[in-house]
């Protein structure tokens, strides 16, 4: 089974520190992408790569930046990081296929204090 | 642009009552569709897709059928059980490996 790792389950940070989100995945997909779950809002797309060192702007890149420098691995950075900010942050990753879904990661829980 | 529009939640039910949740789309094109589950603190995962129309999902004793004409995919139970609380996502995909769009969401909570 295709596995997608998020480094952390819980993060609490400080308002205005950067933050880095982690995600790996470990099955050759094409596509990432991250998430924010938000009680009543449900999931809102943030950025997605269809390929190394490239990235794609979601419905609310504000304040969000993406790297992906290698295949597995596409990187989530708060630059800036506010209380609004404060979320269920998901990761997820697919082939390149008609129909084929997403896997997603367990989720990392921001705090922005 | 493409949506997805779920029935509103929670809703609650008692151990061995039939379930369906309702999931309708707008979308241009001839989407895939799936249906996603979230336990608690957990991800999400994959519980059943469909690609055409007329096409029967089923997993885990869920199934639901992509009806074309009325541009639904409701989800149905014909028995839950108390594992089965968790959040249901419905969701689209207008292309291959394209972005998911997703519905709000619905919570369910069996007691037993």
């Known amino acids: 089974d295709v596995k997608v790792t998020q480094s952390s389950r819980y993060l609490v940070k400080r308002t205005g520190e950067k933050v880095f989100l982690e995600c790996v995945q470990d099955m050759d997909h094409e596509n990432m992408f991250w998430y924010r779950q938000d009680p009543g809002l449900g999931l809102r797309l943030i950025y997605f790569s269809y390929d190394v060192k490239m990235k794609e702007k979601g419905d609310i890149p504000e304040g969000y930046s993406v790297s992906r420098e290698k295949k597995e691995r596409f990187s989530l950075i708060l630059e800036s990081a506010s209380t609004n900010q404060t979320s269920m942050y998901l990761c997820?990753?697919?082939?390149?296929?008609?129909?084929?879904?997403?896997?997603f990661g367990s989720g990392t829980r921001l705090t922005v204090v | 642009g493409d949506s997805v529009t779920q029935m509103e939640g929670p809703v609650t039910l008692s151990e061995e009552a039939f379930l369906t949740i309702n999931c309708t789309y707008t979308a241009t094109g001839y989407p895939s569709l799936f249906w996603y589950v979230q336990y608690p603190g957990e991800g999400l995962q994959l519980l059943l897709k469909a690609t055409k129309a007329d096409d029967k999902g089923s997993n885990k004793g869920f199934e639901a059928t992509y009806r074309k004409e009325t541009t639904s995919f409701h989800l149905e139970k014909g028995s839950v059980q108390v594992s089965d609380s968790a959040v249901y996502f419905c969701a689209l995909s207008e292309t291959s490996g394209s972005r998911l769009t997703f519905g709000e969401g619905t919570q369910l909570t069996v007691n037993p």
């Open positions: 997820a990753s697919s082939l390149d296929s008609v129909g084929g879904g997403y896997t």
